[in-house]
């Protein structure tokens, strides 16, 4: 994914081969014949109820439009413009393209089965065939894939090879022999001859394998979908169900034991979705005999983003997650809807909770697996959990704070420690972010729109990615400093009715000989109104630098110590004091899309202690 990602090498005698046991085990449970989540297109009860169905005609509709389209320049020369010039925007435009094509095209077929879109559907997969790599040019920056002195599949050529065999599996009986057989033989030469040769001989072996994030499991889940509907011999399917298998434990483990996700709530969905599809791949191919979500560690991730919903449709944004995320509803409701008795209690999800609008059709398996694998698609359910007044992530952490039932304003707020070593990782150690009405006031900004540098040894050259542009500290003129042990520790913390307090200290994310303490408390009141009070104590040993910090993407209107955040109705009163200096406020955009605007709020001349506290208020 980045700077420090190398392929390696076992030591002599080892290999990532499944255990022959396991193989032979998995094979005894599978079904005989390949075997995909959804049916043959020849099972027309199954695809042709489909028809009539919202989802069904916009998927007629959009393969449509798209056919009306030529194939997007997706081409060897896009490809190597793109390392020339070290631009990734053209390329992160036509790839996406090139696969909702592969999706829109295979699915409104299936569902019609009228022969529509059997042409286009052969010409863009010879389109695809002819490229000299599917590689995405990020991942390739030395063009040993585009040159042809290997062969590594990364995110974007798993999944052109899963929406093959997914097209291939469903739509055999309509498909040319031809195109069947250059399917097979892309898939293999690109996929499962080159990793398989690696797994066994413990050479050269991708590194994603062994990673504790999304790659991992993304990797994984399409590999192991390709080969069930692809790999003729029943062996050959066990084998990588059972490499898939025994190695999607890294994914797990990338996750804390209080089930965060590190890299956020839009990579939870991203990673989580391929982990359910290969949970349920599994499940199906072994009868329910093996579930990969049958224990406790993964029953909590998949309540992370219940977890850390701060108010209806309102996420915190930390790490490299967009600020207007939305987790994925079908996988947020997997659980409660799959196929057989529900584990909880469930009760009706709401009326708007419509899984198919917000799939992005990248990926043929996340509409497979609702449409085919749930037990009712059109009438969703969701385990019946009410909302707590706070969630408290101790592994991580983490303090979502909610509004009390009686509380006259919606204000909502996180509270952020941990490292700076996670996946997608900013350094942003006591980060916290305020929302009212469903505004979010003080806030994380999100990731920086990606680029060659986002995953270089320059990454932390980004303002977004620093904590310049996070409301931290800024001590002795010196930011926060990355990795691992670059940490937070918990001081104290008490939770009541009334009122949730944390207090940090930071003094370990600062590499500051000087700093002798530096100790943030978080206090969340839930009476009246509501409140929200942060209390920076810091002590030197001698004289420097302090101030706090405030990102916001609202108004800012400031008169002396007070200021107003303010987005629509939402408006937000921020009364700033100092102790042991004089206070200064000041303001800087970034210069980085969203914009936001930096507040400092810096004591006046050099220090030995210092107190800043910032209390926000419902105006």
Not at 202 to 217: A, E, M, T
Not at 530 to 545: H, K, M, N, R
Request: glycine share 6%.
């Amino acid at each position: 994914m980045g700077a420090y990602d190398f392929n390696f090498d076992l030591p002599p005698g080892l290999s990532y081969a499944p255990a022959a046991g396991r193989v032979a085990a998995l094979q005894a449970l599978m079904p005989r014949e390949p075997f995909s989540y959804a049916p043959v297109v020849t099972d027309r009860a199954a695809w042709g109820r489909w028809q009539a169905d919202p989802f069904g005609q916009r998927i007629l509709q959009q393969a449509r439009e798209l056919a009306a389209q030529p194939f997007p320049d997706y081409t060897d020369a896009a490809y190597l413009a793109c390392l020339a010039q070290e631009d990734v925007t053209h390329i992160n435009q036509v790839m996406p393209l090139t696969r909702k094509r592969q999706v829109c095209f295979f699915m409104a077929e299936a569902i019609y089965d009228q022969g529509e879109f059997l042409q286009v559907i052969g010409d863009d997969a010879r389109r695809l065939a002819g490229l000299r790599t599917w590689i995405h040019p990020g991942n390739d920056l030395k063009r040993l894939n585009y040159d042809l002195k290997t062969v590594e599949p990364d995110l974007g050529v798993m999944h052109f090879a899963a929406n093959l065999a997914q097209t291939d599996f469903v739509l055999g009986p309509r498909l040319p022999a031809d195109l069947r057989a250059l399917i097979r033989s892309e898939t293999n030469r690109r996929v499962f001859q080159p990793l398989r040769q690696r797994l066994e001989t413990g050479r050269d072996l991708y590194w994603w394998i062994d990673v504790k994030h999304n790659w991992n499991s993304v990797c994984l889940a399409c590999c192991a979908e390709a080969a069930a509907a692809l790999q003729p011999e029943p062996r050959d399917r066990a084998w990588w169900l059972a490499f898939a298998e025994s190695l999607v434990r890294n994914f797990r483990d990338g996750f804390n034991d209080d089930g965060v996700c590190t890299e956020g709530v839009g990579y939870w969905s991203y990673g989580f979705m391929h982990y359910l599809a290969l949970a349920e791949l599994l499940r199906l191919a072994t009868g329910g005999v093996l579930d990969l979500l049958d224990e406790p560690k993964m029953a909590r991730v998949a309540r992370f983003p219940d977890q850390v919903e701060l108010q209806p449709k309102v996420f915190p944004s930390f790490a490299d997650c967009a600020l207007d995320v939305q987790p994925l509803l079908w996988a947020r409701l997997w659980r409660a809807n799959r196929r057989g008795p529900p584990e909880q209690a469930v009760v009706p999800a709401p009326a708007d909770a419509d899984p198919f609008p917000g799939m992005g059709l990248q990926m043929a398996s996340e509409a497979l697996l609702w449409m085919f694998r749930t037990n009712d698609p059109r009438h969703p359910q969701r385990v019946d959990l009410p909302p707590d007044l706070r969630s408290w992530f101790d592994a991580s952490s983490l303090l979502i704070c909610r509004p009390a039932p009686a509380t006259t304003r919606r204000l909502s707020a996180s509270f952020l420690g941990g490292h700076n070593g996670t996946n997608h990782n900013h350094n942003d150690l006591g980060t916290f972010t305020v929302v009212l009405d469903g505004r979010t006031l003080v806030l994380d900004p999100g990731p920086e729109t990606y680029s060659f540098r986002t995953f270089s040894t320059h990454r932390y050259d980004s303002p977004l990615l620093n904590s310049y542009g996070h409301p931290v500290p800024r001590v002795a003129g010196r930011l926060q400093e990355a990795g691992p042990e670059w940490r937070t520790r918990v001081l104290a913390k008490e939770f009541t009715a009334d009122t949730d307090r944390v207090v940090f200290d930071l003094r370990l994310a600062y590499d500051v000989p000087a700093l002798r303490r530096l100790e943030r408390e978080f206090l969340f009141d839930r009476r009246g109104a509501g409140s929200v009070t942060i209390t920076d104590q810091v002590e030197f040993a001698t004289p420097s630098a302090f101030e706090s910090a405030l990102i916001t993407l609202g108004k800012v209107a400031i008169n002396g110590s007070q200021v107003r955040l303010s987005d629509g109705a939402a408006v937000l009163a921020v009364e700033v004091s100092v102790e042991g200096a004089a206070l200064a406020i000041s303001t800087d955009t970034i210069d980085q899309p969203p914009h936001p605007t930096r507040l400092a709020l810096r004591c006046q001349g050099d220090v030995r202690q210092a107190t800043i506290r910032v209390v926000l208020r419902p105006a």
